[in-house]
């Protein structure tokens, strides 16, 4: 289960995402939905692949880091930070193996 969860915030946009950070069950039950249902089509397409080929089973491994990669790509879209919803700011950097958090 994601250990906690950050809100991130557009600043030209003013749009607000959730990214929980840990691991994914819902990737593991649902596969491509959970990135199909948070706009990230980028990784819906390559989830969906992933699972056909594997015939489902990719979702045993990608639960694992999905939310991770989600988290680096709203960074990368130009999201900050807004809460963290009281989670360790150490831990999550930690979590993450990032230091732009």
Do not use: H
Request: proline content about 2%; charged content about 15%; hydrophobic content about 50%.
């Amino acid at each position: 289960m994601a250990f906690a969860v950050i809100t991130f915030e557009n600043k030209k946009t003013k749009q607000l995402k959730l990214a929980p950070i840990g691991f994914s069950w819902t990737n593991l039950f649902f596969g491509f939905f959970v990135p199909l249902f948070r706009g990230d089509w980028k990784w819906a397409a390559i989830l969906f692949a992933v699972g056909w080929i594997t015939f489902g089973f990719g979702s045993f491994v990608t639960c694992f880091f999905y939310n991770k990669l989600y988290a680096e790509e709203l960074i990368n879209n130009g999201f900050k930070v807004k809460s963290l919803n009281g989670a360790d700011k150490n831990l999550i950097k930690a979590s993450l193996g990032m230091s732009r958090l």
